[in-house]
């Protein structure tokens, strides 16, 4: 009996790792592996993180598991030079290659259109993936977005020490993270291209990221965007039970027929 029981445990420990191993899938792109997961069935939506961050982040702010629970499929990437994805060290190789790996990405899965999802750093790659491809955008959101903010370089010994405060280096590359900075290509925001934005689009921010003015302001060039602020720092906003809640609220509200922006 003591030998079925630890037969059936054993079966049970290899069809979890195996499941948990389904989800940790690779897309190469132009010879940059990008790592990935993809979870649930639905509606897509595409999530993109932050910098120093993973889609793990997504995990552990609860946001993948509310998705696929209402019934979406969610899709979320390691960005280069993060988690498990290639890590190149030449600052060339990041800038706009990031938002073409996105749309590799979503060509790899078959994925014609989804909603999308990015905060801070990754907010700014969605929204050049909007302004690049707007037909491959059900609805945006955009969390902790500063735009008209260039974006900051940082040191190797900088980003070191801000990885060393929130855990064991293990796996992170400070030269490849250093290399991602600045993107300026992808901070550069087109105006009069996002005055033409006809996508529905939601402007998350948390009521003490300082971020919080330049949010409020965008809808007065940006239609059809709302802002919504929910309780939080630029940091801890992102983990705050309102920010899934609104942004699930948000898709949720969303007519999932295909947008078709000419």
Same mark, same amino acid.
């Given at each position: 009996?003591?030998?079925?029981?630890?037969?059936?445990?054993?079966?049970?420990?290899?069809?979890?790792?195996?499941?948990?191993?389904?989800?940790?899938?690779?897309?190469?792109?132009?010879?940059?592996?990008?790592?990935?997961?993809?979870?649930?069935?639905?509606?897509?939506?595409?999530?993109?993180?932050?910098?120093?961050?993973?889609?793990?982040?997504?995990e552990r702010?609860?946001?993948?598991?509310?998705?696929?629970?209402?019934?979406?499929?969610?899709? $979320? /990437?390691?960005?280069? &030079?993060?988690?498990?994805?290639?890590?190149?060290?030449?600052? =060339? #190789?990041?800038?706009?290659?990031?938002?073409?790996?996105?749309?590799?990405?979503?060509?790899?899965?078959?994925?014609?259109?989804?909603?999308?999802?990015?905060?801070?750093?990754?907010?700014?790659?969605?929204?050049?993936?909007?302004?690049?491809?707007?037909?491959?955008?059900?609805?945006?959101?955009?969390?902790?977005?500063?735009?008209?903010?260039?974006?900051?370089?940082?040191?190797?010994?900088?980003?070191?020490?801000?990885?060393?405060?929130?855990g064991p280096?293990?796996?992170?590359?400070?030269?490849?993270?250093?290399?991602?900075?600045?993107?300026?290509?992808?901070?550069?925001?087109?105006?009069?291209?996002?005055?033409?934005?006809?996508?529905? $689009? /939601?402007?998350?921010? &948390?009521?003490?990221?300082?971020?919080?003015?330049?949010?409020? =302001? #965008?809808?007065?060039?940006?239609?059809?965007?709302?802002?919504?602020i929910v309780?939080?720092?630029?940091?801890?906003?992102?983990?705050?039970?309102?920010?899934?809640?609104?942004?699930?609220?948000?898709?949720?509200?969303?007519?999932?027929?295909?947008?078709?922006?000419?």
């Amino acid at each position: 009996m003591k030998f079925v029981l630890c037969g059936i445990f054993l079966s049970i420990l290899v069809c979890t790792y195996q499941l948990a191993h389904a989800q940790d899938e690779f897309v190469n792109s132009n010879d940059i592996s990008i790592r990935f997961i993809d979870e649930g069935k639905g509606s897509p939506v595409l999530l993109v993180h932050g910098f120093t961050g993973s889609a793990k982040s997504w995990e552990r702010s609860g946001m993948i598991d509310a998705l696929v629970e209402s019934g979406y499929r969610v899709i $979320a /990437l390691d960005n280069r &030079g993060h988690g498990r994805s290639s890590k190149p060290h030449d600052p =060339a #190789m990041y800038g706009m290659r990031m938002v073409h790996d996105i749309e590799r990405l979503l060509d790899h899965l078959s994925i014609e259109q989804t909603h999308c999802f990015g905060y801070s750093m990754g907010s700014r790659l969605v929204n050049k993936f909007r302004d690049l491809y707007p037909n491959r955008c059900l609805s945006i959101i955009l969390g902790g977005f500063a735009w008209g903010r260039a974006s900051t370089p940082y040191s190797e010994k900088d980003i070191e020490k801000l990885m060393r405060r929130r855990g064991p280096l293990d796996g992170v590359d400070v030269v490849a993270l250093a290399a991602t900075r600045p993107m300026s290509q992808v901070w550069d925001l087109d105006v009069e291209a996002m005055k033409r934005n006809t996508i529905s $689009a /939601l402007l998350l921010v &948390g009521d003490q990221d300082d971020r919080i003015d330049l949010t409020r =302001a #965008m809808p007065s060039f940006m239609p059809h965007s709302v802002v919504k602020i929910v309780p939080g720092t630029h940091k801890t906003a992102f983990s705050n039970p309102e920010f899934v809640k609104t942004a699930l609220a948000f898709i949720n509200s969303q007519n999932l027929q295909p947008n078709r922006e000419q």
